[in-house]
């Protein structure tokens, strides 16, 4: 039998004024809220019920909520987003995890499968941002985890090459390049956005 596959959704807690300050800059903190709500909302029915895996939350603050309770909550804890992120990898048993957030609204279950499946043969996988960064990020985590955070350019154009620079000699899948919702532009730039605020979540 094989090792169970982890899936880790990296989130804020939504709440008024915090988190998604570009987002909230173009469209007012109240309708921000109503994104991160609905995206999350969404995206753990899309990904959360599925057995190929085991879907989990890692959450900032560490003590906030409350979360559904059909998920297992971790603390993203101390640090920059790498240190979170290294921190949640290495403490989830034995098995293959895929990190990603819930702010990336065209990913589709079977890329989240295709990237569990690269993992079967390759030390890590990235799922390329549009701006540079990425949306996912998976570890084999066999024989060891390999951190590829190591003074890593945050928000910048630069964050997955310098992660790719810390795995080099190591083996990496690329999945497909999708964007993310940082701002009121790449809101703008999501076909029928406005459904997500339509009367079905109201």
């Known amino acids: 039998m094989g090792l169970r596959a982890h899936l880790v959704i990296f989130t804020r807690a939504p709440r008024y004024g915090a988190g ?16 991160q709500r609905v995206m999350l909302t969404q995206t753990l029915r899309r990904f959360g019920a599925d057995p190929r895996w085991t879907t989990w ?52 279950i079977a890329e989240v499968a295709r990237a569990f499946r690269a993992l079967g043969n390759h030390d890590a996988v990235f799922g390329p941002a549009a701006d540079g960064g990425y949306w996912a990020v998976g ?6 985890f390999i951190d590829p955070f190591r ?16 795995l080099a000699g190591a083996s990496v899948a690329m999945l497909n390049m999708h ?17 997500l605020y339509g009367r079905r979540h109201r």
């Open 179 to 195: 964007e993310d919702v940082d701002d009121a532009a790449s809101l703008a730039r999501l076909s029928g956005w406005e459904f």
């Open 139 to 144: 570890f084999r985590r066999r024989p060891r």
């Open 151 to 166: 003074d890593v350019r945050w928000s910048t154009e630069h964050a997955l090459s310098d992660s790719l620079t810390n």
């Open 57 to 108: 939350l890692a959450v900032t603050p560490d003590r906030s909520g409350p979360w559904p309770p059909r998920f297992d909550v971790l603390p993203q804890g101390k640090g920059d987003l790498g240190a979170r992120m290294a921190r949640v990898a290495k403490a989830l048993p034995a098995g293959p995890v895929l990190i990603m957030g819930s702010d990336v609204p065209r990913v589709t």
């Open 20 to 35: 998604k300050r570009r987002l909230e800059a173009g469209i007012g903190p109240m309708q921000a809220l109503r994104f």
